[in-house]
């Protein structure tokens, strides 16, 4: 399974960017992505998760409210629509998988199929 991220681009504060994870391969439709962001000299965190199984969407109290995540079954394709940007949103934005939905799912350590990353860059 390979993870292709798209969507980044340079914002001003409050405007939208809508983030895209497509995933290929065999049973890619099988796995649970999520997303994650890592600024410069900050650690890799947690942004939000869709659980495929039950539809149930997780986020980071910073981004819960503006942050919105989604999937087209029929493209593979998980989305992330990032609403009413702010600064401290700039980051490298990394999709990530894993077939079997952990309970710990907001740790990086647990995936090991990532995307090449997005830049979002929100600046006035």
């Known amino acids: 399974v390979q993870l292709q991220a798209s969507g980044g681009g340079l914002v001003r504060p409050g405007d939208s960017l809508r983030l895209s994870c497509a995933a290929s391969g065999r049973t890619s439709s099988t796995y649970n992505i999520v997303w994650f962001r890592q600024a410069p000299g900050k650690e890799r965190e947690f942004v939000g998760a869709l659980r495929r199984s039950l539809g149930t969407k997780y986020y980071a109290d910073s981004v819960k409210g503006r942050f919105t995540i989604s999937r087209d079954n029929a493209e593979n394709t998980v989305y992330l629509q990032m609403n009413s940007l702010k600064p401290e949103d700039t980051a490298v934005y990394y999709c990530?998988?894993?077939?079997?939905?952990?309970?710990?799912?907001?740790?990086?350590?647990?995936?090991?199929?990532w995307g090449q990353g997005t830049q979002v860059t929100v600046s006035s």
């Open positions: 990530a998988a894993r077939m079997h939905w952990n309970v710990d799912y907001s740790a990086a350590r647990h995936y090991d199929l």
